[in-house]
């Protein structure tokens, strides 16, 4: 056993396929056994972009493997379940290498609370959807990028096997970087796809979508501009290029009926642009639209 991904939701199977197709020895945690026997029985299936598909033979467990075997453990779970995930690797005394791939930037002061001796985190720019318990489309590759946090970073090297120009994986000295300039992408990106429900793509092609879509990069250039030299707007576009027919996680959480992850994405970069005393009114009118979208039907 190498690696151990916990969460096998779009990002959870595209890092399992990968990993196991460069050699590793992979195990998954899910919930559900009817998802643990469909990965067991048939492995991970994966739609490639041009069509073709990939089949990545993995184990899945429903239960936490403990024992001697130290793999690196990566934490593929949705933020909304972190803590109660946190909070069972505790009881068990689960200490192992963690890399943490959640989107925004609540759980990094989450991980950090926790005794874990060594961990890291990662962003993930590919196009990824879940279309059954095992099979994930890979809608537009990107780039996974793995940022330095406490202990030794280098024991995540392990993930640079699966490396390839399908699925290039680098590695930063500064997680609180990295996670800041993908939370930027996610800012810029996620929000306008939620609302108006369009592919990635349609953020370049739509004139309308376009104009919002330069309106929220400018807005949060202005209130981070140290960050401006590591995000061009081409940049950006290049991640809605990429992933053009890809539905953003934000979006795909809204059709879903699943909350919209617009505390740890929206809400946190409106706190930091505020600490800094920068206005942000277009990130913020989303904001509450997103909210008003969530809760549609409540009463005051
Ligand atoms: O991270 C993403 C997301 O949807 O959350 C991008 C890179 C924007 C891909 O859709």
Known sequence: MDVVIVGAGSVGLLLGSYLSESGLEVTMIVRREGQA???????????????????????????????SASPVWIIAVKYINLQQLLNELDNLQILNPMLFIQNGLDHFGMAN???????????VEHGARRLDDNTVQHNGVGLVTIG???????IFGIIETAH???????????AEFVLMRKVLINCM???LTAIL??????????????????????ELINAFPDMKPFLSIEAVSAVCQNTAHNKSSMLSDRLAGRPMEIKTI?????EKANELHKKVPLLAMLEKMLYAIEGKGEQL
Do not use: K, Q
Request: hydrophobic share 35%; charged share 20%; proline share 6%.
């Open 197 to 218: 429900e369009v592919e990635n793509g349609e953020l370049l092609t739509n004139p309308s979508c376009h104009e919002l879509f330069v309106a929220l990069y400018d």
């Open 148 to 154: 330095a946090g406490r202990g030794d970073s280098t």
């Open 113 to 123: 609370a926790t005794s874990l001796p060594n961990l890291a985190f990662a962003t």
């Open 266 to 270: 929206i809400t946190a970069v409106i």
């Open 37 to 67: 026997n469909a990965l067991n029985n048939n492995g991970i299936r994966r739609i490639n972009e041009d069509g073709s598909e990939t089949i990545s033979r993995i184990h899945a467990t429903t239960s936490m493997p403990t024992g």
């Open 189 to 191: 990106i996620n929000p």
């Open 164 to 174: 390839s120009d399908r699925f290039p994986v680098t590695r930063h000295v500064d």
